[in-house]
């Protein structure tokens, strides 16, 4: 684990100052690497590669950028789980013990297409000394980052977005993607709000070819859903999929431990570790004293004493918010419309005095169909199919009686059903899901619509959630396709973030590649069986977690009092940011609005929240170019 940077001249030219950009990129991104650093640049000095070092995997001879036999050169981050296996499989030499050296002698195999025999989580650069030609990858999931620019000919690439703006002209928002994350907290398909600057889509590769770069996807899931086999089938598949998969992610030359949220995921992925690591587990919860709404400890508690291994709480006070709050936005790189990801960082901080790896339960909720709106969303069905007649019980989550246990879970959703069904009941699927999910309305006022242009999201959205690799037969298996594929990199976004800010390495057992598969091929009324949440990953692996963790609705995942600050103890703090002179003069948003909205937000409302981490987000990027800028002189 750790970062990476480069750049080529697409143009075969020598690039002016080339080390000096190099050591600025690794400068600004030590902080995912303490444990070494490295910068390497070809005899031309037209290609380059910097790296700073996490020590997890061959702790000894495992420095990068590491080059093979043949003068092939890699930058790598992330963690190949099934390395072993490779070295076998390739018949390479263990120089280094390390998983580095196993992409090197993949390539070497099979070329561009290793990056379909590695299970893990990656993103790399490798140069190929004999071809002249950068090749980078990404995974299937997007768990390791990876962005790009070109500026004058010159490629650049990083793990962070801060690594590649000392080389932009000017830090501008990119009016598109700020659409997109007014519409839906994210940004769709590889595009970040930084103008120029963009991500690498998960299960893609880009290479250079000549003077231009070529961009190609390697991988995706079709949901190719499977009607002959049983429940007991896929309850007994899961189980085994599950375990092989938290069996290649402890692996590691140092201890690991794990987030324990007190919810289902993170539950299950630290019972089973436990059993697996013999006494070596242990496991970080934060709670908050705002009351039972922000703090789960008790359920984490729970999972720990009945699987046995440590857990560490941390209280998280008014003053950490207001000590750390900027520190989070800087290294998240983009603003998210989540509280939660201050919660994760200082859990992070924690655990980083403790472990170098820690497990986490990302992806869980996506591939298995663990948020609300899933179930008001197959309310909705039922209502309609109750009333056209259309409902086919055996291949559809959809039956009459389904419903009635799940009524009462409901209650707490009004808002959300208000929304929802404002315009009616009938309309095609795809534009029901985007009015369930569309944030702009809600801050309509504190926008200036004016500024950003004819851009409408929708078109993106109806793009993804249409894909042709879904079933068309299934509205659920469309609705957790879309947040997959849009709101789980934004996750992990977080979860790298939150981890690396403190030198710390985030695995995620969920997010195994024949796992994901695997799922894809589960019948949505087993996946979400009369309605409920998680059905079959609650039943098919019950017995490594209390059943009142297991069975538990009220899910809320490291909740943050944000709201209660806001109009208590760091009240004076947000309205010094907000109210400040750079606030006021902002070209694409309301702040004073904003400001006039605090009295009015609900305890769970995320608008102001919003609006607070977009200001933060320009003056930590915006504000700042001159100094970015200045790191290369």
């Not at 684990?1 to 480069?6: D, R």
């Not at 390395?83 to 390479?92: A, D, P, R, T």
């Not at 990404?138 to 390791?144: I, L, M, Q």
């Not at 901080?349 to 403790?354: G, N, T, Y």
Request: charged share 25%.
């Amino acid at each position: 684990m750790c970062s990476i940077a480069g750049m080529i001249n697409l143009n075969g030219d020598s690039i002016k100052n080339a080390r000096r950009r190099l050591e600025v990129m690794n400068q600004l991104q030590v902080h995912r690497g303490p444990d070494g650093h490295g910068i390497w640049l070809s005899e031309k000095e037209d290609v380059g590669f910097a790296h700073n070092r996490l020590s997890i995997i061959g702790l000894e001879n495992g420095s990068q950028p590491m080059q093979d036999e043949g003068g092939n050169w890699i930058c790598f981050n992330g963690e190949i789980y099934n390395y072993i296996e490779l070295q076998k499989e390739i018949g390479c030499p263990n120089r280094t013990g390390s998983d580095t050296e196993v992409i090197l002698y993949a390539y070497r195999k099979w070329g561009e297409k290793c990056v379909e025999h590695l299970e893990g989580m990656f993103a790399f650069a490798l140069w190929d000394a004999e071809k002249r030609t950068l090749f980078c990858a990404r995974d299937c999931f997007g768990v390791k980052p990876f962005y790009y620019t070109v500026v004058d000919g010159i490629f650049y690439f990083a793990s962070e977005i801060k690594a590649l703006l000392p080389f932009v002209s000017e830090v501008e928002t990119d009016l598109d993607s700020f659409r997109d994350y007014l519409t839906f907290q994210f940004c769709l398909e590889g595009k970040t709000l930084f103008k120029g600057l963009q991500e690498l889509k998960p299960a893609h590769c880009i290479k250079s070819v000549r003077s231009s770069l070529k961009e190609d996807r390697y991988w995706q899931v079709y949901y190719n859903l499977d009607f002959e086999h049983t429940e007991k089938y896929f309850r007994e598949e899961l189980k085994q999929k599950m375990l092989e998969s938290v069996k290649y992610h402890i692996r590691s030359d140092v201890p690991v431990g794990g987030y324990v949220s007190g919810g289902v995921d993170s539950s299950i992925v630290s019972a089973i570790a436990t059993d697996l690591l013999d006494g070596e587990y242990m496991g970080f919860t934060g709670r908050y004293s705002n009351g039972r709404d922000f703090d789960e400890s008790m359920y984490a508690e729970e999972v720990a004493k009945d699987s046995g291994f440590p857990l560490h709480i941390l209280d998280i006070k008014p003053k950490d918010f207001i000590d750390n709050i900027e520190k989070v936005i800087y290294y998240l790189d983009e603003p998210v419309a989540g509280p939660g990801s201050f919660s994760q960082y200082m859990v992070s901080q924690l655990a980083s005095k403790h472990r170098k790896v820690v497990l986490g339960g990302q992806g869980g909720d996506e591939i298995f169909g663990g948020y609300t709106r899933y179930l008001v969303a197959y309310f909705e069905q039922c209502i309609k199919g109750a009333i056209e007649g259309t409902m086919d019980p055996d291949k559809f989550i959809v039956t009459y009686e389904s419903i009635i246990p799940n009524l009462a879970a409901l209650r707490n959703y009004k808002p959300m059903l208000r929304s929802f069904w404002s315009n009616g009941l009938f309309e095609e699927p795809e534009k029901r899901y985007f009015a369930l999910i569309n944030r702009a309305p809600e801050i309509g006022d504190c926008v200036r619509w004016e500024k950003l242009g004819a851009y409408d999201p929708y078109g993106s959205y109806e793009k993804l959630f249409l894909a042709d690799n879904v079933n068309d037969r299934s509205y659920f298996d469309r609705m957790t396709h879309f947040d997959f594929k849009t709101l789980l990199p934004a996750l992990l976004q977080v979860e790298d973030r939150m981890s690396m800010a403190h030198g710390l390495e985030s695995r995620v057992p969920f997010l195994d590649k024949k796992i994901v598969e695997f799922a894809a091929t589960i019948p949505a009324n087993i996946k979400f069986k009369n309605g409920n949440m998680k059905y079959l990953l609650r039943e098919g692996l019950q017995e490594y977690v209390p059943e009142q963790v297991m069975q538990r609705k009220d899910k809320m995942g490291f909740p943050t009092p944000f709201n209660q600050y806001v109009k208590h103890e760091a009240h004076d703090f947000v309205m010094d940011i907000l109210t400040s002179q750079a606030a006021k003069g902002r070209e694409l948003i309301d702040n004073i609005r904003a400001v006039e909205k605090i009295e009015k937000e609900g305890q769970f409302g995320r608008n102001i929240w919003g609006m607070f981490c977009l200001e933060l987000w320009q003056r930590s990027f915006h504000d700042r170019q001159a100094e970015f800028r200045a790191l290369l002189n």
